[in-house]
């Protein structure tokens, strides 16, 4: 006498639809996520451009960067240079690596926006990290703008790039 038995689980075809509904899912999330991740990674340099403009203007008004220097250091003429109202890029500033402006900086930063590898490791949008550099304009007071050249908003290469904070249009900055 046969038994009948009661086979339990799935068939290979059930197991093929439901690996096709995955397929076809992951193909619809992948675009969005990396979406997601480029606005992270934006708002990641951001950030970094905030904490480079607070660093500078923390160590422009620390007295020590002003005594007890050597006298071949450069902070006077690169603080002076900051605050004229020209917009400077920072990593052709970084010559004086000596100069007590430049080591206040490092310090409160923990890495050099001075020297170009040091930098671009800490930025996180590709087209920042490819050939992204800081640039600094007074634009009026104690009033800074940082922002990364080479680099727009959106996690694309900017071409373009702004060479003064009034031609910033989408650039990664903080004003």
């Known amino acids: 006498m046969k038994t009948h038995k ?3 689980g799935f068939s290979l075809v059930e197991l093929i639809i439901v690996i096709a509904i995955m397929a076809i899912l992951v193909g619809i999330m ?7 991740i480029e ?3 934006v708002a990641a340099d951001t950030q970094l451009c905030d904490a480079v403009r607070s660093a500078i203007i923390t160590a422009m008004s620390d007295p020590e960067v002003f005594t007890s220097r050597p006298p071949a250091d450069t ?7 900051i605050q004229s109202g020209t917009p400077v890029t920072l990593y052709m500033m970084g010559g004086a690596a000596n100069s007590a402006f430049v080591r206040a900086v490092n310090d409160i930063l923990g890495f050099s926006v001075w020297q170009n590898g040091d930098y671009q490791e800490q ?3 590709t087209p920042a990290g490819d050939n992204g550099y800081f640039m600094i304009q007074c634009t009026g007071g104690n009033s800074y703008t940082v922002w990364i050249v080479h680099s727009d ?6 071409d373009n ?3 003064s904070a009034a031609a910033i249009t989408d650039e ?4």
């Open 153 to 158: 908003a959106t996690g694309q290469k900017n």
């Open 161 to 163: 790039a702004a060479t």
């Open 6 to 8: 009661n086979n339990h």
């Open 123 to 125: 930025m996180k949008s």
């Open 39 to 41: 606005k992270t990674n």
């Open 75 to 81: 902070s006077q003429n690169q603080i002076a240079t």
């Open 30 to 36: 992948a675009p969005q996520l990396m979406k997601y």
């Open 172 to 175: 990664i900055h903080v004003k």
